[in-house]
């Protein structure tokens, strides 16, 4: 099983970036796919998440201004960013298997064995 993000870099407040996470080695037939960061000096957090079925949750703090999507026949799972502020200055990364459920229950879980999967992450700065 594999996650790789890219589409993190340097944006002006105000800007867009889209991330990207390819993942192998699972479908979502079996798993739902989030995205979560980590700022330094806080706690990771998820701010959003996809079912097979196209069901969404956002964090709050994204709501309106990020947008999930996927490919299933690529394997992909897009975070649309929009309106970037500084505080969204982080490592992004994707996971699965989510518990994920609308409003806003975005959850890393275990699979069966008991594993859990995580990209390697991708930075995002946000200057002012």
């Known amino acids: 099983v594999q996650l790789v993000e890219s589409g993190g870099g340097l944006v002006q407040a105000g800007g867009s970036l889209r991330l990207s996470c390819e993942f192998s080695?699972?479908?979502?037939?079996?798993?739902?796919v989030g995205w979560f960061r980590q700022a330094p000096g806080k706690e990771r957090e998820g701010i959003s998440c996809?079912?097979?079925?196209?069901?969404?949750a956002y964090a709050d703090s994204v709501k309106g201004r990020f947008s999930i999507s996927s490919d299933n026949a690529k394997n992909t799972v897009y975070l649309q960013m929009t309106d970037l502020e500084p505080g969204n200055t982080a490592t992004y990364f994707c996971?699965?298997?989510?518990?994920?459920?609308?409003?806003?229950?975005?959850?890393?879980?275990?699979?069966?064995?008991?594993?859990?999967?995580w990209g390697q992450g991708t930075q995002v700065t946000v200057s002012s």
């Open positions: 996971a699965s298997p989510t518990f994920c459920r609308g409003p806003s229950l975005i959850v890393v879980v275990n699979t069966q064995n008991g594993n859990t999967y």
């Open positions: 080695g699972f479908t979502f037939d079996d798993y739902s």
């Open positions: 996809i079912n097979r079925d196209g069901r969404v």
